[in-house]
């Protein structure tokens, strides 16, 4: 997984509760990607972060989720108030400086009861 | 805005065949990369490939080969002589500079029996 460590690997939550996934890619990167997986489906982007600014979020739901990139620490995605259809995986990516190619974290798979 | 897709849902093959699955995108840039990734059923992406858009030498390594045509906006990708271990989900992506994300094809379940 290229030095991205993502936790927790499963997370379930009900209806109406929060999810915060975090993301800690290794020390010196500060290129972070944020992807969903639905059932059966291919990756989507939600957003790009470089440390402390947010890049491109055009992926993101408008409400309820929300993405952070503080200068210490992991990257975290937290979705308010979740629901059925948030249920996915959440997959954090890094990219190399000078390079394209990303590489992902392991995922965490989210549940909504 | 960017499109990639994978018309190949399911591919079954039996172990020792050769398979190809296909990859057509969509892009108005100049510049852009494709790249292939493998999902296997415990779920984390792996990096397979990366291909420029000004480099259009197919490339093989090992049972693995990349034919990328810029003519028909194609970048199919090969595996001979199947393994079981092989079997897993592949996906077809997309990057351009201007874009910040990878475009991301629907994925082709590769199913290799014994």
């Not at chain 1, 990257?75 to 000078?98: E, H, K, M, T």
């Not at chain 2, 065949?17 to 292939?36: G, Q």
């Not at chain 2, 030498?57 to 199947?82: D, H, L, M, P, V």
Request: glycine fraction near 6%; aromatic fraction near 12%; charged fraction near 20%.
């Amino acid at each position: 997984n290229a030095g991205v460590m993502q936790n927790p690997r499963h997370l379930v939550r009900r209806r109406g509760q929060e999810a915060r996934l975090r993301c800690s890619p290794m020390k010196g990167h500060s290129h972070v990607y944020w992807y969903r997986q639905l059932p059966e489906e291919g990756l989507k982007f939600m957003v790009y972060l470089q440390k402390e600014n947010i890049i491109d979020e055009s992926g993101m739901p408008k409400e309820r989720f929300s993405a952070e990139f503080p200068k210490e620490g992991p990257s975290i995605l937290r979705i308010q108030q979740v629901v059925r259809g948030d249920s996915a995986a959440y997959f954090c990516a890094l990219r190399l400086a000078n390079y394209n190619e990303q590489f992902f974290g392991p995922g965490t798979r989210l549940t909504v009861l | 805005a960017q499109k990639v897709t994978q018309a190949q849902t399911e591919i079954s093959v039996v172990e020792k065949e050769d398979v190809t699955l296909d990859c057509v995108y969509e892009t108005r840039d100049t510049t852009y990369y494709l790249f292939w990734y493998k999902q296997p059923p415990s779920g984390e992406l792996v990096f397979l490939i990366r291909r420029n858009s000004f480099d259009e030498q197919n490339e093989i390594s090992g049972r693995y080969s990349w034919n990328f045509q810029k003519s028909t906006s194609s970048f199919n990708f090969t595996i001979t002589a199947s393994q079981v271990v092989d079997s897993a989900v592949y996906f077809c992506a997309l990057y351009n500079n201007a874009g910040n994300m990878l475009t991301f094809g629907g994925g082709t379940r590769l199913m290799v029996k014994p």
